[in-house]
């Protein structure tokens, strides 16, 4: 036999708006998705992207972002120059040098992040963290780091003192 619907009296009614009964219907229309409007996030612009990167350049070189445009950069995304992140940035826009970006390194890695502002590069720096989690991404990062790191000038020295 089923179980017949509770009926409310008047004391199990409140008259406070907080304590009213509001039946099922009416709770789960009001948090569908229906009713709200997600806006969704615009679409990666090489425009936009490039707009960002003369941002941080100077007059002087605007297809080079120096180490202090890349403070500013830092800066701006919340992330310290010594930050891990920032080596495995330099890693996904395959820069040769270390404390510069060139327009064409900062065009290919964001935007194969698409990431064209502020935000955008914000919302994916877990994502370049968690890649160092991967093993074989780390073993590509690590070979990377290590190359990138590595000044030129004590190569050369070091192979002249050697007679090579």
Do not use: H
Not at 46 to 58: S, V
Not at 96 to 124: A, H, I, N, Y
């Amino acid at each position: 036999m089923p179980r017949s619907k509770r009926r409310f009296t008047s004391t199990d009614m409140s008259t406070n708006d907080e304590d009213r009964y509001v039946p099922k219907r009416v709770r789960n229309s009001n948090s569908s998705r229906r009713n709200t409007r997600v806006e969704e996030p615009q679409s990666f612009s090489q425009k936009r992207c490039l707009a960002w990167f003369r941002e941080y350049t100077t007059p002087d070189d605007p297809d080079t972002l120096d180490p202090e445009g890349m403070e500013k950069f830092c800066e701006d995304i919340g992330v310290e120059p010594e930050n891990v992140v920032m080596l495995v940035l330099a890693y996904k826009m395959q820069a040769r040098k270390m404390g510069f970006f060139t327009k064409d390194e900062w065009l290919k890695g964001l935007g194969e992040m698409q990431c064209d502002s502020v935000q955008k590069l914000q919302c994916r720096l877990d994502f370049l963290r968690c890649l160092l989690n991967d093993p074989y991404q780390f073993k590509a990062i690590y070979r990377y780091a290590y190359d990138f790191a590595r000044c030129k000038v004590n190569i050369e020295q070091g192979s002249s003192q050697n007679g090579l």
